[in-house]
């Protein structure tokens, strides 16, 4: 799923300083899963900044609503009551809903109220990890299903790099050396071989390299 | 004997069996020509070719490529450094053409230290390709003349092509591999991360021996004088994949801190004389970093002098 940080209080309540009334909107989608933009998230976030307004004598006035998908227009279609009534609107779904709302609502005023930080999962409770970049062509079965590109800091294709040590990334003792555990796993099974060899420099083009990308599937364009 | 790949000073005297001696040289954190030409002052005569290091634990300085140059007008032979962290393809290609025309033909093949070691930690990187890959492009340049998109080069660079090698990092076993990978993607000569822990690198040369590398590619032994404990103390905590025995540390901290330089360059003399003798270490790179003007002392007497020439 794709996984996000609420922004800070203090951030969210520099962008709505001069509104006096606001729609926050939350997803059912990732941001649900990940706690960061659901409906008790968004409950939250109002609360906190009814109470910062209110204790600096500028009261505000806030709606809330959670739809089931910020990326789908019709969902986002279905918010078209109150919409432009406000002065701003704060989305905490991550970076795609708030421009389905900008795009479907191109008069009112959006707000991203959290930070989209990655692909990935929770690997315990509380505790969630980057997988995967998105970079449009998948490669992981030649490292046993361990992704360099997202999770290696130089997105090497050979590695592991002169800094890696005691199964951790030179960035940082909190960061496992996913070459670490590929050559690891390679070795254990007696895939070595796997390694050894030159692998051709990786097409970009289908990445963010490439300028923004598209999906089209043809059989489910009426 | 067959054609030179690039004719470098090192090159013809790895080829003709001695014992090599590099050295390195940081360029300055402005454009201060000046203090450049002095630390390589220090180096003339000393070294076979001087590595010139290129944004060194990603702290920006003058360009590898600008200073290589300067070093070239000075009559010395540079090494030039390459890291791909802040380089596309594109950049590394035409760098290494601007190289080979700017007088430049020995070059070494890096990923880079990560940008959170340095002073522009916000930076983007780039890692469009890793140093194996650089190494496979810079060889193919050379050797079949084409770029990396295959297209045909006029007039293909020739360089040295040297790749580094730490065995001090993890998994050891898998380190010997790595090499292997190197050498197999076209690295002509190695040279190897700082050498302190003396056992590991014994332990890691009889297996590149023993897996036929070391016919197949130069070895250089990487040392670096320790210049007292504070450097030793701070190398082993900020410097990525250092392995700094406390042994040395114990025997740095032995002699009172005037004489600490002294201890940590005889610590170096005792390893270059173990590197002459050891099997498949076909010469030594130093690292005496920031402290270029003790080369000359240190080659003195190391017995690597004068410097052949081929
Ligand atoms: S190879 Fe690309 S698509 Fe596959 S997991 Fe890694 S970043 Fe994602
Ligand atoms: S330590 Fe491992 S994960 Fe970190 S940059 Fe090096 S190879 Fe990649």
Not at chain 1, 160 to 176: F, M, N, Q, R, Y
Not at chain 1, 196 to 211: F, N, Q, Y
Not at chain 2, 112 to 125: C, L
Request: aromatic content about 6%; charged content about 25%; some cysteine.
């Amino acid at each position: 799923m794709i996984v996000a940080d609420r922004k800070s209080l203090e951030e969210i309540l520099a962008m709505v300083r001069e509104k006096r009334k606001i729609l926050i909107v939350g997803c059912r989608g990732c941001v649900t899963v990940c706690n960061v933009g659901g409906e008790k998230e968004v409950e939250i976030l109002a609360a906190s900044i009814n109470l910062a307004r209110k204790t600096s004598d500028q009261p505000i006035e806030i709606d809330t609503v959670t739809i089931e998908r910020q990326c789908d227009n019709e969902y986002v279609a279905l918010l078209k009551e109150g919409i432009g009534t406000y002065d701003a609107v704060v989305s905490l779904a991550c970076g795609v809903g708030p421009q389905f709302l900008s795009e479907a609502y191109p008069n009112q005023l959006f707000f991203p109220g959290v930070n989209t930080t990655f692909f990935g999962g929770a690997v315990s409770h509380g505790i969630w990890e980057e997988r995967c970049q998105g970079c449009g062509t998948c490669i992981i079965h030649n490292f046993d299903g361990l992704c360099p590109i997202a999770r290696c800091a130089k997105s090497l294709l050979h590695g592991p790099c002169g800094g890696s040590s005691d199964g951790l990334c030179e960035v940082s003792k909190e960061t496992l050396c996913i070459w670490d555990m590929i050559v690891k796993k390679k070795m254990e099974q007696g895939r070595l071989t796997d390694l050894l060899k030159v692998i051709e420099a990786k097409d970009w083009s289908s990445a963010r390299d490439g300028g923004p990308r598209r999906s089209i599937r043809e059989e489910l364009i009426p | 004997m067959d054609e030179y790949k690039s004719g470098s000073n090192l090159e013809k005297i790895l080829r003709a069996g001695h014992f090599a001696f590099t050295g390195e040289c940081g360029p300055p954190k402005g454009a201060n020509v000046e203090h450049l030409k002095e630390k390589f002052a220090h180096l003339k005569g000393m070294v076979d070719a001087v590595n010139i290091t290129d944004n060194q634990t990603a702290v920006v300085r003058m360009s590898s490529l600008a200073a290589s140059h300067l070093l070239v007008h000075e009559g010395m032979e540079p090494n030039f450094q390459m890291v791909c962290r802040d380089r596309n393809r594109l950049a590394i290609t035409s760098d290494i053409l601007g190289a080979h025309a700017l007088g430049i033909r020995n070059m070494l093949c890096l990923s880079g230290d990560h940008q959170s070691f340095g002073n522009h930690t916000q930076a983007k990187n780039v890692h469009d390709i890793d140093s194996m890959q650089l190494i496979r492009l810079v060889t193919n340049m050379r050797d079949k003349g084409r770029f990396m998109n295959d297209e045909e080069i006029d007039v293909p660079p020739r360089l040295f092509v040297g790749a580094a090698c730490n065995p001090f990092a993890d998994p050891f076993e898998y380190r010997v591999y790595r090499l292997a990978n190197k050498i197999t993607a076209g690295a002509d000569f190695i040279q190897t991360q700082c050498i302190f822990n003396m056992e590991k690198f014994r332990t890691f040369m009889h297996q590149a021996v023993d897996m036929g590398l070391t016919e197949k590619c130069y070895i250089l032994a990487g040392v670096t004088p320790m210049k007292n404990l504070g450097m030793a103390n701070f190398m082993a905590k900020f410097v990525p994949g250092m392995d700094i025995p406390d042994a040395l540390k114990k025997r740095l901290k032995g002699v009172e801190k005037a004489k600490q330089a002294e201890e940590g360059i005889r610590f170096a003399l005792e390893q270059i004389e173990e590197f002459k003798q050891m099997e498949g270490v076909a010469g030594v790179h130093l690292m005496a970093i920031e402290w270029e003007h003790k080369v000359p002392e240190i080659a003195e007497r190391a017995g690597v002098l004068p410097r052949p020439t081929v």
